[in-house]
């Protein structure tokens, strides 16, 4: 269903609640995918969308709200009771409802757990003591794994009996006497294999799980390694204790790389898109204005230190911009490689050296044709040789640095364990500022007699 | 197998090769993951990848070189000659040996695809036709279809004639007598079957599938939307021609993200991570520097067209380090926000005028703090409050305005359909800068006499 879709539905059932057709918007909303009826409440009036959702059988309900961005979903929350919340709980994949009752406040929380299916609350309490980014937090505990002595046939019926529980099922987890896990069988290994067959005899035994403890980007990077469509989690004693699907990881990896990007762009927290609070958003992007604002006034009092050399030549003032942009241009650059790749895994800390060979060498070039080309400007167009060859030794001597100290940043950061995103926008950009003022306003004062 | 592991591998294979020990270096090769022998052979020197890659059956080489990234796998392709080539692609899928045979010089390709299986040949010259970033680009020809006419048991005679060319199966494809797409059965619902049933009868005829000529991108946003483990790709009328998986939509995901961030930091291409050519990486980055460069000769002429208020008011040069910054700042976040909401299908073109309105707001709030900020500042430790009533006032409006011009730009150029991401980095920062040096400029020279 494309945007327009979207939009069309949205407006005929704004008119129709209007008009108070319940049967006509019961037959709409019947049809419609989870995702995409998540989608039309989002771009309803608060009114409407607690009127529609309100139209929706638990089930369709739990699936809705599995898909709704945060905001949206916190502002229907808020107008539900906790005998509707257990209803919808209830019918959710254990991951979903944990994510959903740690949204809840406590006491409500806590009404929730107690009314819901026993064996589901017990899930969703042991879920809930992981962290949230780590393999435990975003696993579930719907999966399907037999013990290796049974036959094809009873693996069969096993599925069978936990075929509504488990809607989505790709590879039957394999595990000893103590659940400790032995291999895998695929689907379609299990529909080909004869029916008296023991399952030992045609599992996979090359198996590549994940720890609960494990960081999410780290899971995502495993699974896109190794092409997995669903990855089991292991305790410390290797007890098979959830799984992880493809569809968690597409969704790590989105908030993974917003995460990333957001945080190059100097905003603190993750900004959601659909959030709605000026305040809110404020106030992730402030922290960064704020370490801008300090290093330039950093940057402004570099410049009173030199108000000499500037009042004596003031034509140095107009190359500020251009000395500040390239090294800021060029810091960027080298950094967001650095970066992205660490975070994607491409990038590793121990050929870092041969990487920042790398950057040295292609700043060196760079360095060297901007440098050349502001000479050129310089000397040709404002007839001032020296003046030319001082400032584009200084682009030069600025593009290096820049890039160097974008390259390292990030690699000193990730070997003190702090996600080197943050270090792009802040940090990298105004202490190349700082630095690079001085080093301009530096050589302009001693090569002052001789221009 | 993490990084250390790889490492070690790496340096016990080199070591082995130096003396000679084949017998131990084909036991060490023969247990590892396609993915990590990738790896291995990128961390080797030439010849001893070339040695290792020389060692490895067609089958184990073919999966090795779909896991390789672009550069080293040139390396490798370069010291082949088409015999060998052509076993390799012959065991490929058919959407690796697509990208592999387009990689080729045209001679050698030529001579592949006249070696290989038929058949094959026949899909890989299909597949060619299509646009490299579409759905048809990335699809497989292998997937398993069946007749709406045929029973469980005979789908399932069909799995067994198809396993050893179709490695994954999670869908079963039912199409008409004119292969038309008309529903899908999952493997879970196929076991759970009972063998006499018709497939139409149990088939799921709710199905999302894509056109050839989709954008990959949007590919993407739909498999992530429905939550699809593997997508049908239909030609114009409906015929089923190709299947998406869940890891070839994994690698647009990191694709995509890893354009857009690069692009964002003003680099024009896509900079490979092991890329080796300096020359390469250069040029990249250079057109950014570039416009970086005219921009600020730009703000430079600014300059100096107000130099009389400069000479005048020399402390004015001081600032215009913070009134870039923040500018800047302002203008990238605001912009990535746009641009990565809007590459993710979470910013909508038809919501943008609200989006705008928020970025009104939240540029009018951070604007007025750090405006006060630099008022205080002045007013207080430089004891010119005159002075620092216009520098906190252009600030405010330098905030709002860079802010804004951040968030406007992308849009425009989504509706120009330009990939608002180029924009980020190199017109908006510099557009900014000229920008608001002459806002500043400008409001000093016209406030002059009241200072």
Redesign the interface.
């Given at each position: 269903m494309d945007?327009q879709d979207i939009?069309e539905i949205v407006e005929n059932l704004n008119y129709l609640i209007e008009a108070n057709d319940e049967p006509m918007i019961r037959n709409i909303i019947i049809g419609l995918?989870p995702?995409d009826l998540a989608e039309i409440l989002h771009?309803l009036n608060e009114d409407n969308r607690h009127y529609i959702f309100s139209l929706l059988d638990a089930e369709t309900a739990s699936d809705v709200i599995a898909e709704m961005?945060d905001v949206s979903r916190d502002t229907i929350l808020d107008d539900l009771d906790e005998y509707r919340i257990s209803e919808i709980v209830d019918e959710m994949d254990s991951d979903d409802a944990t994510d959903l009752v740690s949204e809840l406040p406590q006491d409500i929380a806590q009404k929730v757990l107690d009314r819901i299916d026993i064996e589901d609350s017990r899930e969703v309490k042991e879920l809930m003591t992981h962290e949230e980014d780590t393999a435990g937090g975003i696993m579930a505990k719907e999966f399907v794994s037999v013990n290796k002595n049974c036959t094809v046939e009873q693996v069969?019926r096993k599925?069978?009996s936990k075929?509504e529980e488990v809607e989505?099922?790709?590879n039957i987890w394999v595990v000893d006497d103590q659940n400790v896990l032995a291999g895998t069988v695929?689907?379609?290994n299990?529909?080909?294999a004869d029916p008296k067959t023991r399952i030992s005899e045609i599992m996979d035994t090359?198996i590549v799980s994940v720890k609960t403890d494990m960081d999410q980007e780290e899971v995502a990077n495993i699974?896109?390694?190794?092409?997995l469509?669903s990855i089991p989690v292991v305790n410390d004693n290797g007890v098979l204790v959830g799984r992880i699907t493809?569809?968690d990881?597409?969704?790590v990896?989105?908030e993974e790389?917003?995460e990333?990007?957001?945080r190059?762009?100097?905003?603190a927290d993750e900004?959601e898109?659909?959030e709605?609070s000026?305040?809110k958003?404020?106030q992730v992007?402030?922290p960064?204005?704020?370490v801008?604002?300090v290093?330039?006034?950093i940057?402004?009092?570099v410049?009173?230190h030199f108000?000499a050399s500037?009042?004596k030549i003031?034509?140095a003032?107009?190359?500020?911009?251009?000395i500040?942009?390239?090294g800021?241009?060029?810091g960027?650059?080298s950094?967001?490689?650095m970066v992205?790749?660490m975070a994607?895994g491409?990038?590793?800390?121990?050929?870092v050296r041969r990487r920042l060979l790398?950057e040295f060498?292609?700043s060196f070039?760079?360095g060297l044709?901007?440098g050349l080309?502001?000479f050129s400007?310089v000397a040709v167009i404002l007839q001032q040789a020296r003046f030319g060859l001082l400032l584009g030794g200084v682009l030069f001597i600025i593009?290096m640095f820049a890039t160097f100290n974008g390259a390292f940043i990030p690699v000193i950061l990730k070997k003190l364990n702090i996600d080197p995103a943050i270090a792009t926008?802040p940090f990298i950009?105004?202490s190349n500022?700082v630095l690079g003022?001085l080093i301009y306003l530096g050589l302009i004062t001693v090569f002052l007699p001789y221009l």
């Open positions: 945007k939009k995918h995702a771009y961005d069969i599925i069978r075929a989505d099922i790709y695929s689907l379609k299990l529909i080909l090359d699974a896109k390694r190794y092409d469509v493809f569809d990881i597409a969704d990896m989105d790389a917003s990333d990007i957001q190059m762009a100097g905003i900004e898109y659909r709605t000026i305040l958003i404020s992007r402030l960064w204005l704020l801008g604002f290093g330039e006034m940057s402004a009092s410049l009173k108000e500037l009042s003031i034509a003032a107009f190359f500020i911009p251009i500040m942009a390239m800021g241009n060029a960027i650059q950094s967001t490689i992205r790749g994607t491409e990038i590793e800390l121990f050929e790398r060498l292609v070039l760079n044709i901007c080309l502001l400007v593009i926008g950009t105004t500022d003022l």
